[in-house]
């Protein structure tokens, strides 16, 4: 983690809290993976750590049953409500999301870390690291229709995270995203490409670049390779 996180510096961890859910429902980042995420960030110096994310509706029923109030409290995080008065306009290097309005509290950070959980999703499939940022813009039910494939892409293009961290420990593996069918892979992918993280999570559902609308226009955009056999892969087996 010292290689992304510099002593001083402040850094934003941002799950998916998009609904309120309790963490074994499998709808949110687990609590327990952003404990951790934090801890690392704490032991490689930095000197405030956020959580923050936009649910889909009001913020206080995500923050509080998906486990987060605990983390922060645990951690001495700050868990950070989004607040609409602190939206800015932000280019994303144009496309389809130039100009879309963005939490400023992500512009301002050293380290911006994305830590989703993945799921499958009714509209795209499997929604991981790059639909994760939906959570830091604006207006995020506006993606949920037309185009939806390059506005994701375009999002990660033009907002790439330091670094990701994927939970696919505990996942919905049918009938996402706000509940379904549960498997439990006991993965986490980390990786500093987010195209190259969720297409390595995808195929631990079994899915490619196929039936992911936004993972082509991704690799068009040359955010990272979205074929499988391209990507350089370490797996390790922890707590053996």
Known sequence: MSKFVSKGSVVMVKPNLAFPQNPKVAATTNPEVVKAV???VQEAGAAKVIIMDNPVGPYEGPYKRCGMEEVAAATGAELRPPDMKRLVNHEFKGGAVRGWRTFKDFLEVDVFINVPILKTHSLTDLTIGMKNLMGIIENR????????GNKIADLAYGFPPHLNIVDANRVISSGGPV??????????????NILEADVVAASILGRSRRSIPYFDPAFKRGIGQVDFKKINLKSYRLGA
């Open 38 to 40: 934090i801890e690392m």
């Open 141 to 148: 039910d506006a993606f949920h229709g037309r185009d939806i």
């Open 179 to 192: 509940s379904g069918n549960i498997t439990e892979p006991k993965t986490v992918i980390v990786s500093t």
